[in-house]
């Protein structure tokens, strides 16, 4: 089946750095890509839609000068956490879908990443 | 606004028990329902119902979807310790053209005691 890889896994750094997370899509062209991010025992909360070769969607209340996204191809979209706080600290979760399978159902996650800030 | 409830947000149970997960939702222009799995990592997909009446099984899972009510069940019969987990509500709605708006509700974190 399809498969949606996101790297790093983990990753630990120190207060006002940046961190990008890669999402890609293995075996299946994506246009659209889901940012979703997850706090201990909460749900996913969908911070933005990217979207390849224009801007990204925010939901209200995301700062996108906070979190950049861009999707630069149809297999690749990456965010990028500037300026990290503490507070950044979370689980983030991205999500593509795809189109060969049809209905709107098949929305295929990555691994996730846990982003620590010291 | 839309939204997706879940119930109950936790359960513990024995093995060998069989439990019901609830899942209402309110939102505008529904499309399908999905049922996730989430254990350490990200969700895994379960079962997509986009149509009222008819019953999804895979194994010792089964749901159906009542969209008169608005709601869905997710069962799971013979539970096993490795059951435990979330499960994540989603449904999709809105006219984003062929993509849609996925609305996750808070998750009921299952636990199975041996």
């Known amino acids: 089946g399809a498969v949606v890889s996101q790297h790093p896994s983990r990753v630990i750094c120190k207060s006002g750095t940046s961190v990008k997370i890669e999402c890609r899509s293995l075996?299946?062209?994506?246009?659209?890509m889901f940012w979703y991010r997850q706090f201990p025992k909460q749900s996913l909360m969908l911070m933005a839609t990217s979207n390849e070769g224009s801007k990204a969607t925010y939901e209200q209340g995301v700062e996108k000068d906070k979190f950049l996204i861009n999707h630069a191809s149809l297999t690749l979209s990456t965010l990028t956490v500037t300026s990290a706080h503490p507070e950044d600290s979370s689980f983030y979760i991205c999500?593509?879908?795809?189109?060969?399978?049809?209905?709107?159902?098949?929305?295929?996650f990555g691994e996730g990443s846990r982003l620590t800030v010291l | 606004e839309d939204k997706v409830v879940q119930s109950p947000l936790s359960l513990v149970v024995h093995e060998g028990d069989t439990v019901t997960l609830n899942c209402s939702y309110e939102v505008t222009n529904f499309r399908s329902l999905l049922w996730y799995k989430q254990e350490k990592k990200a969700p895994t997909f379960l079962f997509m119902l986009?149509?009222?009446?008819i019953e999804k099984k895979s194994g010792r899972l089964s749901s159906i979807l009542d969209k008169k009510e608005l709601f869905s069940i997710l069962n799971i019969t013979a539970t096993q310790t490795g059951d435990s987990a979330i499960y994540l509500c989603?449904?999709?709605?809105?006219?984003?053209?062929?993509?849609?708006?996925?609305?996750f509700g808070k998750g009921t974190k299952l636990s199975v005691k041996p």
């Open positions: 999500s593509a879908r795809d189109y060969t399978s049809g209905g709107s159902g098949e929305l295929f």
């Open positions: 986009t149509s009222s009446g």
């Open positions: 989603a449904v999709v709605a809105g006219y984003g053209g062929s993509q849609g708006n996925l609305i």
């Open positions: 075996d299946f062209q994506a246009t659209t």
